[in-house]
Protein backbone atom coordinates (compact mmCIF):
# COMPACT_ATOMS: atom_id res chain seq x y z
CA UNK A 1 0.00 0.00 0.00
CA UNK A 2 1.39 3.26 -0.84
CA UNK A 3 -0.22 7.21 0.46
CA UNK A 4 0.50 10.11 -1.47
CA UNK A 5 -0.73 13.55 -0.30
CA UNK A 6 -0.51 16.36 -1.79
CA UNK A 7 -0.89 19.66 -0.90
CA UNK A 8 -0.56 23.73 -1.71
CA UNK A 9 -2.67 23.99 -4.21
CA UNK A 10 -5.06 27.03 -4.41
CA UNK A 11 -6.77 30.14 -6.50
CA UNK A 12 -3.56 32.59 -7.54
CA UNK A 13 -4.01 35.50 -10.12
CA UNK A 14 -2.33 34.96 -13.45
CA UNK A 15 1.55 35.44 -12.57
CA UNK A 16 1.21 34.21 -9.32
CA UNK A 17 3.13 31.46 -7.68
CA UNK A 18 2.17 28.19 -5.93
CA UNK A 19 4.28 25.42 -4.24
CA UNK A 20 2.93 22.11 -4.15
CA UNK A 21 4.28 19.21 -2.46
CA UNK A 22 3.64 15.29 -2.11
CA UNK A 23 4.55 13.15 0.81
CA UNK A 24 5.02 9.22 -0.05
CA UNK A 25 4.43 6.49 2.71
CA UNK A 26 3.17 3.33 3.25
CA UNK A 27 4.41 -0.35 3.24
CA UNK A 28 4.99 -0.23 -0.24
CA UNK A 29 6.99 2.84 -0.25
CA UNK A 30 9.19 1.33 2.49
CA UNK A 31 9.52 -1.82 0.38
CA UNK A 32 10.20 -1.16 -3.04
CA UNK A 33 11.69 2.59 -2.01
CA UNK A 34 11.40 5.52 -3.93
CA UNK A 35 13.75 5.77 -7.60
CA UNK A 36 11.48 8.90 -8.95
CA UNK A 37 8.73 11.00 -8.31
CA UNK A 38 6.60 13.15 -11.18
CA UNK A 39 3.79 15.64 -11.40
CA UNK A 40 1.07 15.50 -13.73
CA UNK A 41 -2.02 17.40 -14.48
CA UNK A 42 -5.22 17.43 -16.01
CA UNK A 43 -7.26 19.60 -17.19
CA UNK A 44 -11.20 19.55 -17.15
CA UNK A 45 -12.17 17.70 -20.47
CA UNK A 46 -8.33 16.37 -21.22
CA UNK A 47 -6.10 14.01 -20.60
CA UNK A 48 -3.83 13.92 -17.68
CA UNK A 49 -0.48 15.32 -19.11
CA UNK A 50 3.54 15.30 -17.55
CA UNK A 51 4.29 18.54 -15.97
CA UNK A 52 7.77 17.31 -14.95
CA UNK A 53 9.63 14.92 -12.90
CA UNK A 54 13.41 14.13 -10.88
CA UNK A 55 15.14 10.86 -10.19
CA UNK A 56 15.92 10.84 -6.54
CA UNK A 57 19.74 9.50 -7.07
CA UNK A 58 21.70 12.39 -9.19
CA UNK A 59 18.61 14.46 -8.95
CA UNK A 60 17.77 14.33 -12.65
CA UNK A 61 15.01 16.26 -13.49
CA UNK A 62 12.78 16.27 -16.50
CA UNK A 63 10.19 19.20 -17.62
CA UNK A 64 7.49 19.23 -20.12
CA UNK A 65 7.64 22.61 -22.76
CA UNK A 66 5.41 24.25 -20.62
CA UNK A 67 6.79 23.69 -17.62
CA UNK A 68 10.46 24.92 -18.37
CA UNK A 69 11.25 28.07 -17.13
CA UNK A 70 8.86 28.62 -14.73
CA UNK A 71 8.07 25.38 -12.68
CA UNK A 72 11.32 23.68 -10.38
CA UNK A 73 10.85 20.09 -9.05
CA UNK A 74 12.66 19.32 -6.10
CA UNK A 75 12.69 16.42 -3.51
CA UNK A 76 13.51 15.59 -0.02
CA UNK A 77 14.63 12.18 0.05
CA UNK A 78 14.95 10.84 2.97
CA UNK A 79 10.80 12.45 3.66
CA UNK A 80 9.75 10.86 0.70
CA UNK A 81 8.75 14.12 -0.91
CA UNK A 82 8.43 16.29 -4.03
CA UNK A 83 8.09 19.47 -4.28
CA UNK A 84 6.64 21.55 -7.47
CA UNK A 85 7.61 25.92 -7.39
CA UNK A 86 5.25 27.01 -9.92
CA UNK A 87 5.97 30.70 -10.91
CA UNK A 88 4.38 33.11 -14.16
CA UNK A 89 1.14 31.19 -13.22
CA UNK A 90 -0.90 31.22 -16.31
CA UNK A 91 -5.07 30.67 -16.79
CA UNK A 92 -3.73 27.22 -18.90
CA UNK A 93 -2.21 25.92 -15.97
CA UNK A 94 -5.21 25.52 -14.13
CA UNK A 95 -5.93 21.38 -13.58
CA UNK A 96 -5.75 19.30 -10.90
CA UNK A 97 -1.87 18.14 -10.14
CA UNK A 98 -1.11 14.57 -9.11
CA UNK A 99 1.75 13.52 -7.66
CA UNK A 100 3.31 9.65 -8.57
CA UNK A 101 5.56 7.52 -7.51
CA UNK A 102 7.95 5.30 -9.71
CA UNK A 103 9.55 2.02 -7.82
CA UNK A 104 10.43 0.02 -10.37
CA UNK A 105 13.93 -0.44 -12.58
CA UNK A 106 15.76 2.74 -13.85
CA UNK A 107 14.18 6.18 -13.61
CA UNK A 108 15.31 6.76 -17.08
CA UNK A 109 13.49 9.71 -19.33
CA UNK A 110 11.33 7.58 -21.31
CA UNK A 111 9.61 5.98 -18.20
CA UNK A 112 9.40 8.93 -15.56
CA UNK A 113 7.62 11.49 -18.43
CA UNK A 114 5.13 8.60 -18.82
CA UNK A 115 1.90 8.10 -17.00
CA UNK A 116 2.76 4.10 -17.28
CA UNK A 117 5.94 4.56 -15.77
CA UNK A 118 4.90 5.33 -12.37
CA UNK A 119 3.00 3.17 -9.82
CA UNK A 120 0.99 5.07 -7.15
CA UNK A 121 -0.88 8.36 -7.52
CA UNK A 122 -1.87 11.02 -5.50
CA UNK A 123 -5.87 11.73 -5.70
CA UNK A 124 -4.77 15.67 -7.08
CA UNK A 125 -4.81 19.42 -5.85
CA UNK A 126 -6.56 21.74 -7.50
CA UNK A 127 -4.81 24.53 -8.78
CA UNK A 128 -6.86 27.53 -10.34
CA UNK A 129 -5.52 30.85 -12.36
CA UNK A 130 -7.57 33.39 -12.61
CA UNK A 131 -6.96 35.80 -15.34
Known amino acids: QAQLIESGGGLVQAGGSLKLSCAASGSSIRTFSVSAMGWFRQAPGKEREFVAS????????YYSDPAKGRFTISRDRAKNTVYLQMNSLKPEDTAVYHC?????????????????????WGQGTQVTVSS
Open 54 to 61: IAFAGVTT
Open 100 to 120: AVHTRGRPIMSTITSLEGYDY
